[in-house]
């Protein structure tokens, strides 16, 4: 038997004799025998492995090498909530939909984030009041009777009967393309 092969046979056996230990400090110096060092970065890769061989596989834990972890699925995005308006407010944000302009809620994959969007009823989409008032500048008959105060872009549902505000999910329309 040759050098090499020794190693290799002593080292089969420190292999099970760190298997049959359960103490974490004695394990540490069986280890350090094995790897031939006593670096932390060794014993903390050993006790890595250890503890995902003790108590079965992990799926979310590291593996030994660096690779990352495994992320979490994403969730399902939930509901907006509507909001609670006042009457004089019902009526300020309600004008924009009996002048023929729709508005989207965009729900974002992130919990509870959206984005709200309003459809002048020429079709463009407005994201801010500042868009809204360029809009008006622009076309001040598309615009009659409305100011950018009857715009809100908080992203809630604020509640219109019509089918003039809905909800969709930012994702769904990107899968149909």
């Known amino acids: 038997m040759n050098v090499s092969e020794s190693q290799k046979s002593k080292s089969k056996v420190n292999k099970q004799q ?12 069986t280890m350090s025998e094995v790897v031939g060092t006593s670096s ?6 050993y006790l890595k492995v250890k503890k995902t061989t003790k108590h079965g596989n992990n799926s979310k834990q590291s593996r030994v090498g660096g690779s990352k972890a495994k992320s979490k699925p994403r969730e399902k995005v939930k509901a907006v909530q509507k909001m609670q308006l006042t009457a004089e407010q019902q009526k300020q944000y309600f004008k924009p939909f009996q002048k023929g302009w729709k508005r989207e809620l965009v729900l974002r994959t992130a919990k509870d984030k959206a984005d709200a969007y309003y ?3 020429d079709g463009k989409k407005f994201r801010s009041i500042p868009e809204v008032t360029e809009y008006a500048l622009l076309n001040p008959p598309a615009m009659d009777d409305l100011q950018p105060e009857n715009f809100i872009f908080r992203p809630i549902l604020i509640g219109w009967k019509g089918n003039e505000e809905y909800q969709r999910s930012a994702f769904s329309k990107q899968k149909a393309k």
């Open 40 to 45: 932390k970065l060794a014993q903390k890769t």
């Open 18 to 29: 760190i298997s049959a230990q359960s103490d974490d400090s004695s394990a540490e110096e």
């Open 119 to 121: 459809i002048a009823p």
